[in-house]
């Protein structure tokens, strides 16, 4: 709920946490590649998906938060 409400009071849109996401992808997966010569590739796919699922996750959940928070954050500020 504080990232929500931090989020909201900096002028965040959906849009804008959707890219916060997005870009959180990128560096995780930008990460796995620099160092895929000392990841264990066996098991990399399927780490990689669960990733991008809890990313996915993660990002639904902070979405629902934040509109159901939006009205009552503003009437605090």
């Known amino acids: 709920m504080k990232h929500v409400k931090t989020s909201y009071s900096q002028g965040y849109s ?4 959707i890219e916060e996401a997005r ?3 990128v560096r995780i ?6 160092n ?6 066996s098991f990399l796919l399927v780490d990689v998906m669960t990733i ?3 990313v996915d996750s993660q990002l639904k959940q902070t979405i629902v938060s934040f509109a159901a928070s939006a009205p009552r954050i503003a009437a605090l500020a």
């Open 29 to 34: 997966f930008n990460a796995l590649q620099t």
């Open 23 to 25: 870009i959180l992808q």
């Open 14 to 17: 959906i849009p804008m946490i």
């Open 36 to 41: 895929l010569n000392t990841v264990g590739s």
């Open 52 to 54: 991008a699922d809890e």
